[in-house]
């Protein structure tokens, strides 16, 4: 039961640096997530994907680009690392109902990233 | 703009106790609220999922409640063990695209 899954589970950076996140999920789910979560300000949305083939911004995207791959797979790319991108990253998905009512959504286990 | 607030921040109570957790939200138009529990170090894990149009849902021990109108859900929680030490996070989702807004968090520590 993968579920989820997040490579790498850690990271560490330099200022300026470029990398790829990478999330691919098991479950058949149309709709990938792509948040960031620091202390005190909870997780927001960075980049979402609400089918195959479709990508939008969130609350927080300056910085970021992603792309969907294919129905499993949803990456989130840094391309010049600032030390305020130093986070944990998760990517989460779920089923697409009717006019974007979605179902449960499922989490990985977190890429903690760190820039100096 | 949708604002989540969680009450209270840190909660420790000892083992057996019945608990409430608390969530509020400032945009009643929302499809779902979900509650989720974050063990340390991990990932989230979805406990329940609240449709706009159901009052409530219950999975084993938790039990939660939606009031739209009232822009307030809870989450009772029987019974506590130790193992329920983690923190909750609830999260209305609206719009077209599902976003979830998530609340801060609600520390708990059941102790033994």
Known sequence: NAGVTQTPKFQVLKTGQSMTLQCAQDMNHNSMYWYRQ??????RLIYYSASEGTTDK????NGYNVSRLNKREFS???????PS???????????????GNTGELFFGEGSRLTVL | KQEVTQIPAALSV???????LNCSFTDSAIYNLQWFRQDPGKGLT?????????????SGRLNASLDKSSGRSTL???????????TYLCAPAGGATNKLIFGTGTLLAVQP
Do not use: K
């Open chain 1, 38 to 43: 620091d202390p005190g300000m909870g997780l």
């Open chain 2, 46 to 58: 979805s406990l329940l999922l609240i449709q706009s149009s159901q009052r409530e849902q219950t």
């Open chain 2, 14 to 20: 000892p083992e057996g106790e019945n608990l409430v």
């Open chain 2, 76 to 86: 009772y929680i029987a019974a506590s063990q130790p193992g329920d030490s983690a």
């Open chain 1, 85 to 99: 991108q130093t986070s944990v990253y998760f990517c989460a998905s779920s089923v697409r109902r009717d006019q």
């Open chain 1, 58 to 61: 969130g609350e927080v995207p």
């Open chain 1, 76 to 82: 989130l790319r840094l391309e010049s690392a600032a």
